[in-house]
């Protein structure tokens, strides 16, 4: 029987983001037989930022992994220009990278396939039935439906499930072959505007990543994503934009949501199904492979002897390890929604610019347990 035959694994991942992958990486050396399932054909395109904060740096070196986003032609990130309605401040950034989702989430894949996980691509799966001592998970692809059984089944597909909230935004991205001249800052560039912000930096090969979180009713009266991205990136004075127009849009689902729960008989959620608040700190890789790292230790045990009491004890963990961190991004968040706060922001670093560093230290400090592992 090949590994492809096989239809019962210790743990099935629903989803190969950083999460999954990660989650993946880590419980096949632990000697585990894994199936990491994604929808998609790899490589895929995600909407996101790209950049890799110092957290999220931290837990690819727990994996051994400090090199890959260099080795994949990551952009360092040294400086941030934060604009607000034609105000412009200057941040330094210290251990942040830029690399595509496409090219990462792709070579994460491999390291888990080399390290003994079965990845399964084009299945689109949903969590089934329960048993004494497994759990289905029905699979849909373009040559029909089938069906896996795991001891344990971790759902890190992303955007899809929970409470979402009432104002929340949506995400936008494109990339660009290469950055527009008005754009041609080095470092991250982001504008924040009435309807939303968008941040643009440089990745591998020269391109340019695009990517925004926009208001519902924004985008509606804008009428297109490249308009109302177009419209943020004007109200802070930048305005030849466009080859904007032109470039190959994708959207997100809304944004920031809650699930109900993260855990239950033989399942758990990690990265952003368990929990995720809109973009504006770049911190959502480095929450979803903390997270990641965070659950093994729970799925090792779960495999081995599976208690009820794991569920609990997966939500406490998340919610120290992980919510707990997102409280900065949310405040932030809702402070930007106000325009006179975000000029008074924006002014504020550009006359005194060193009184962003406690936040961005405190943006890409590893995750605790992660601590002592860092140079
Ligand atoms: C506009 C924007 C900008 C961002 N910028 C940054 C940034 O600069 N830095 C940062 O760290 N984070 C950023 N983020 C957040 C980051 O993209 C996410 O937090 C991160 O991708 C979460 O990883 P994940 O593994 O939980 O989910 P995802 O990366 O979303 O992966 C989920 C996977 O599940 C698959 N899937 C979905 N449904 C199914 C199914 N039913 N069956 C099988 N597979 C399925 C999908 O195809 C996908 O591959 C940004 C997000 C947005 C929207």
Excluded at 162 to 184: C, E, H, K, N, Y
Excluded at 244 to 272: M, S
Excluded at 294 to 307: G, K, T, Y
Excluded at 350 to 366: E, H, T
Aim: proline fraction near 4%; charged fraction near 20%; hydrophobic fraction near 45%.
């Amino acid at each position: 029987m090949t590994s492809q035959d096989r239809s019962v694994y210790d743990v099935a991942i629903i989803g190969a983001g950083p999460a999954g992958s990660v989650l993946a990486l880590v419980l096949a050396r632990s000697g585990l037989s894994v199936a990491l399932l994604d929808q998609s054909e790899f490589p895929r395109r995600k909407v996101c930022g790209c950049c890799l904060n110092g957290n999220a740096m931290a837990a690819l070196k727990q994996c051994g992994l400090a090199n890959l986003p260099k080795s994949l032609g990551a952009k360092p990130v040294v400086r941030m220009q934060l604009r607000c309605d034609k105000r412009v401040a200057e941040l330094q950034f210290q251990n942040n990278w830029s690399v595509s989702r496409t090219r990462l989430d792709l070579a994460l894949v491999e390291h888990s396939q080399l390290a003994g996980a079965t990845f399964l691509p084009g299945q689109r799966a949903t969590m089934g039935d329960v048993s004494d001592t497994l759990r289905k998970v029905e699979l849909h692809s373009k040559s029909g439906n089938s069906s896996i059984a795991a001891r344990i089944v971790v759902v890190a597909h992303g955007l899809k499930e929970g409470t979402i909230a009432r104002d929340s935004r949506l995400g936008v991205g494109a990339i660009l072959p290469r950055a527009p001249q008005s754009m041609a800052y080095d470092g991250l560039l982001m504008a924040v505007g009435r309807g939303g912000y968008v941040g643009g930096v440089r990745i591998e090969d020269g391109q340019y990543d695009l990517a925004a979180a926009l208001d519902v009713d924004f985008l509606k009266a804008k009428g297109t994503i490249a308009n109302a991205v177009c419209d943020i990136l004007r109200q802070s004075g930048i305005t030849e934009t466009a080859e904007l127009a032109a470039a190959d849009w994708k959207g997100t689902p809304l944004l920031t949501r809650r699930p109900t729960e993260i855990a239950g008989e033989r399942w758990f959620a990690v990265g952003d199904t368990a929990g995720y608040v809109e973009p504006f700190t770049g911190e959502g890789m480095a929450w979803a492979m903390n997270g990641a790292l965070e659950l093994a230790p729970i799925v090792q045990q779960s495999v081995s002897n599976w208690q009820f009491e794991l569920i609990q004890a997966w939500s406490n963990l998340h919610q120290r390890k992980i919510a707990r961190r997102q409280w900065l991004c949310r405040v932030l968040s809702r402070a930007l929604r106000s325009p006179s706060l975000s000029r008074g922001l924006v002014t504020g670093l550009k006359l005194f610019p060193g009184l962003a560093q406690p936040v961005l230290r405190q943006l890409s400090r590893p995750t605790e347990s992660l601590a002592g592992v860092i140079e």
